[in-house]
Every structure is written in structure tokens, then in C-alpha cells.
């Protein structure tokens, strides 16, 4: 193509991180004069929020991250989301975790305030339709339904595990509970009737609220411990199983939790650590920024090295029975709502989620070693469960709902029948699992792996093939989990791929065809 003619862009998938790739093509566009015309595919009915931000979820299903980081705009150009709901008078405090409703409705005002916001230059087409198939073409790339010919295709297509097919006949499964309201209503889940759950994290927790409460049950909260008046819509039990058994700790309740040290106090502890990941120092997660971790956390505890290291691998040798997951549950969530004072474990998780925005950028790009690789995928995804849990009120209501005898971890190794099976897995990012036009790009040979899995892109989100990027085909978000770090967030701060996409793919493009769909770095 010239520098005179249209370019034409699309974006598959349209929910936060397609909603940054938009926000951030515009801000581009508006310093170019070249004419570009956007195809965006979204079927859900609010872009910028997607499924799992759907606005018309029940309320009670809530965010794991607080609202004081929530803003989807950068250099200040629009609210961020306390401000959007202080316009609206409807004010929460920073460490709130607001209902995943409201956040929807955010982002879909977000987007709409783009698109207003947009340059002349820049046309923006919306497809409420999913993209089955992306497949080269001379110049680019060709997308169906529709055999749309765009010079660049940028994918978002988040978690997916919704595409999942399961079996409709008894014992029926459900594939994923997103979207609850029909995935989980009461002709596929009926009240009194038992139900297992493949998976015991975030997507759990969020299963079990949408059939209590979520059906009209009402939880109250008594000097820290709740209690529950059922709706009579409820099943009659929910029996999760999964291959840890080890659940999530909770988020500390910051109205009831009394922190061990001040800012000031963890700022002066973790420094020389973080300056060393910062300078790129280190070069071995498992000789020495994994020790370090540990070394903070036991310095805290007055603990060796040797010690934090031999308690951190029990808890990682074997599955967590029945009773040590109902323990494990009541000892975070005791520490969360400041009735037990924290133990190592927490103090793990605290020193992994302060230092995790200078992990991610110290690992971002490098090439891990098969041993470093293996043990820092074990360490993040046990630090997934600590770090990163619920706020403390979910596992008050799981316990609560266990001690009613509507919730057992009887048959946390599985083996348990029941009328329904819902899976709360999300499939991972390397996993030909993932619905398409991912899942057809994989077996075409257009993406590849890296060392801790997920898809391969570089600092630009292009997509690559051992060295080479793949011209005209990006990825942003979950499937590139594991090659970028942290991509369930949010946040506009710990990655800036949207603003990189947007910048090389508003580079002048060369007047000759592409010569192959590879190109080396």
C-alpha cells in the first residue's frame, strides 16, 4: 500500500485490553494525517467490558483488585473509576472491591467516550459478531464471517473458556460459569440439586455466590463471621474438586486488619531487592531472586533461609485433604480479618505481590533456563493463591455456607457425582483449549511457546516464530500469559503493549507487498 491510501486495521475481541489497544490507536492516529479504517469483533452486547465484565451480572460477584487501581485511561485524559462513581454519587473508598457490574458499566462508558472522542482520520466499524478463522493473505490477512481484507490484525480475545462445549444430557457440564446469567440459571443448575466444580480459585468463588446469593440468599455479617438466609432457589450441595486442593487466601480486610510494619518499614526491607531486579542484577530465579524472596520473608519471621524453604515445600508436596483445605480457608481468612496474627505464608505472599511489578519486568522477554522455568511456574502459580485471592468477605461466605452443609470439601480429590458438573479452569495460553481463531493460528504454525508458556510476542505485542515476528499479527492479554507476566489485571501501568501496538502499526508502510509472512527482529 501507499502512504495515500486507507489503512486498514482490525481488533478480535473487545473487552479492557481491546478497549486499551482502541484508546491507544486513537491517541496515535491524532498525531498522524494518514486515513485508517478500524474493524473491530465483539459479540458481547457491551464492548469494552466483554463477559467477564458483563454489567448485567449479580452484584455479588466482585473484584479481586482494589478500585483505587482501576482507571482506564492514561495521562489523566478521562476519570478513573473512583472518580467515575464519585461523579455519579455513588463513592467508594480506595481499597474497595467493587462489584464486577459496576466496573462493566465503566468500561463500556469508557469505550463510548472514545469512540466520541475519536480523529477524523481514524473510522471505527463494530462487528457484534465472533471472528471463526484469521488466515494470510498477499498483503495481509483475511477474517471470517465476513472475508474482511485488513492489513493488520490485532487479537484480545481474553480468557475464552466460554467457547468450551460440554455435554447437555445428564450428568450435564457446564463449561464455564461466565456468563452466570446463562450459564447457571436454575433450568440448567435447579434448585436441590448437588453440583461439582473443576477448579477450586477466583472462577469457584464466583460460582457459589451466583447460586446463593446470586439467587435472592442473603448473607449478614456479625462481628466478622456471617451467617445465610437461603432463598429456597439454592442447590443442594456444591462439592469442588481440584488436583492441589489448595485454596485461595483472601485479601486483608483493611477495616479490621492491623498491618506487622509500615510503608516505611517495608520500602527500607525490600529495596535492595527490587534495585537489583530493577538494574538487572540478577540472572537466576532459582539461585538467586527466589531465595532472596524467601530470605525477606524469614527475616520478618526470624526464620533461616533453610526453614522458610522446607515449610514453602510442604506445602507444595502433595494434595491438600479435605480437612487441611477447610484449615488452610479459616487460617486466611482469621489472618485477614485480623484475628490471627500472619504467619510465614502470608508474609511470602505480601513480599511476592509488592516485589511482582518488578518481577514482571525483570523476567519480561528473558529466556529462562528449563530448571528456572519449571520452578518459577511452580512458585507464580502457588503465589497466584496467596498473593492474589478474593477480598476477605468471599471465603467469610464459604465458610459460613460449609458450616450449613451447602458447601463440602469432602471430595476436594474429586470422585464425587452429582446432577451437574460446572468447570471453573481457564484454559491456559499455550492450550489448544482456547477457542478460535487462536486455537487455528496455533495449529497453523503462525505462533509459538515461550520457555513458561503463552504466546510468543515481543515489547510491540507482535506475534512471534522463534526469531521472527509474524508481520501483520499481534496478541495482547491472557493467551500470552507466561511470555508476559500479570496479564489478569486491569491495570494501564504494568504492561504499556496497547500503546506499543498502536505506535508501530501507525509507522509508514512501504509501498511493495510483503515478500512472507515471517520477518526477522
Not at 480475545?157 to 446469567?181: A, D, L
Not at 532459582?286 to 524467601?294: D, I
Not at 502457588?382 to 460449609?402: D, T, V, Y
Request: hydrophobic share 35%; aromatic share 8%.
Amino acid at each position: 500500500m501507499t502512504r495515500t491510501q486507507t489503512l486498514r486495521l482490525a481488533i478480535v475481541g473487545c473487552g479492557p485490553k481491546g478497549l486499551y489497544a482502541l484508546d491507544s490507536l486513537s491517541e496515535a492516529a491524532k498525531r498522524k494525517s494518514a486515513a485508517v479504517e478500524l474493524d473491530i469483533f465483539e459479540p458481547a452486547p457491551f464492548p469494552g467490558a466483554g463477559v467477564i465484565y458483563d454489567p448485567n451480572q449479580p452484584d455479588c460477584l466482585v473484584m479481586n483488585y482494589a478500585a483505587e487501581h482501576i482507571d482506564a485511561w492514561t495521562g489523566g485524559r478521562g476519570p478513573s473509576l473512583i472518580d467515575w462513581l464519585s461523579e455519579r454519587q455513588t463513592p467508594v473508598s480506595p481499597q474497595a472491591c467493587v462489584p464486577r457490574s459496576v466496573v462493566g458499566r465503566y468500561l463500556n462508558w469508557c469505550f463510548s467516550m472514545v469512540l466520541d472522542r475519536l480523529p477524523e482520520n481514524l473510522q471505527v466499524n463494530l462487528h457484534k459478531t465472533r471472528v471463526t478463522s484469521v488466515k494470510p493473505t498477499e498483503d495481509g490477512w483475511v477474517l471470517e464471517p465476513g472475508a474482511v481484507k485488513v492489513r493488520e490484525v490485532l487479537v484480545t480475545t481474553g480468557h475464552q473458556n466460554w467457547n468450551r462445549r460440554g455435554e447437555e444430557t445428564p450428568p450435564r457440564t457446564v463449561v464455564s460459569p461466565f456468563p452466570v446469567n446463562q450459564s447457571l440459571t436454575t433450568e440448567v443448575i435447579p434448585p436441590n440439586s448437588s453440583v461439582t466444580c473443576k477448579g477450586f480459585a477466583l472462577t469457584f468463588i464466583d460460582m457459589v455466590l451466583a447460586l446463593t446469593e446470586g439467587r435472592g440468599g442473603t448473607f449478614r455479617e456479625k462481628n466478622g463471621s456471617f451467617e445465610y438466609v437461603p432463598s429456597g432457589a439454592e442447590p443442594s450441595l456444591i462439592a469442588p474438586f481440584s488436583r492441589s486442593g489448595r485454596p485461595m487466601r483472601p485479601k486483608v480486610d483493611h477495616s479490621r486488619f492491623v498491618s506487622p510494619m509500615n510503608e516505611v518499614e517495608w520500602r527500607s526491607l525490600l529495596s535492595p531487592l527490587l534495585k537489583d531486579l530493577e538494574k538487572d542484577k540478577l540472572t537466576s530465579f532459582q539461585n538467586e531472586v527466589w531465595p532472596a524472596l524467601q530470605s525477606i520473608a524469614g527475616q520478618i519471621q526470624n526464620l533461616p533461609l533453610w526453614e522458610v524453604n522446607e515449610i514453602f515445600a510442604h506445602r507444595l508436596s502433595g494434595q491438600f485433604d479435605s480437612a487441611r483445605a477447610q484449615r488452610e480457608i479459616e487460617t486466611g481468612y482469621n489472618i485477614a480479618v485480623g484475628k490471627s496474627a500472619p504467619d510465614l505464608i502470608w508474609f511470602l505472599g505480601e513480599v511476592w505481590r509488592r516485589s511482582y511489578p518488578s518481577l514482571i519486568n525483570w523476567i519480561g522477554g528473558r529466556d529462562l533456563s528449563k530448571s528456572d522455568a519449571n520452578l518459577f511456574q511452580r512458585v507464580a502459580a502457588e503465589m497466584e493463591r496467596i498473593a492474589f485471592g478474593p477480598p476477605a468477605s468471599s471465603l467469610g461466605k464459604l465458610i459460613c455456607l460449609q458450616k450449613l452443609g451447602m458447601l463440602t470439601f469432602e471430595h476436594i480429590s474429586g470422585g464425587a457425582k452429582a446432577d451437574c458438573t460446572v468447570n471453573a479452569t481457564i484454559p491456559s495460553g499455550s492450550s489448544l483449549a482456547l477457542s478460535e481463531p487462536l486455537s487455528q493460528l496455533l495449529e497453523d504454525g503462525h505462533l509459538d511457546t515461550c520457555s513458561l508458556g503463552g504466546v510468543k510476542i515481543d515489547a510491540s505485542a507482535n506475534a512471534c516464530k522463534g526469531q521472527n515476528v509474524i508481520r501483520g499479527l499481534s496478541i495482547i492479554g491472557r493467551s500470552t500469559e507466561g511470555c508476559v507476566l500479570g496479564n489478569d489485571t486491569l491495570s494501564r501501568k504494568l504492561h504499556n503493549h496497547p500503546e506499543q501496538w498502536a505506535v508501530r502499526v501507525l509507522r509508514p508502510y512501504a509501498s511493495c507487498p510483503l515478500e512472507g509472512l515471517e520477518t526477522t527482529t
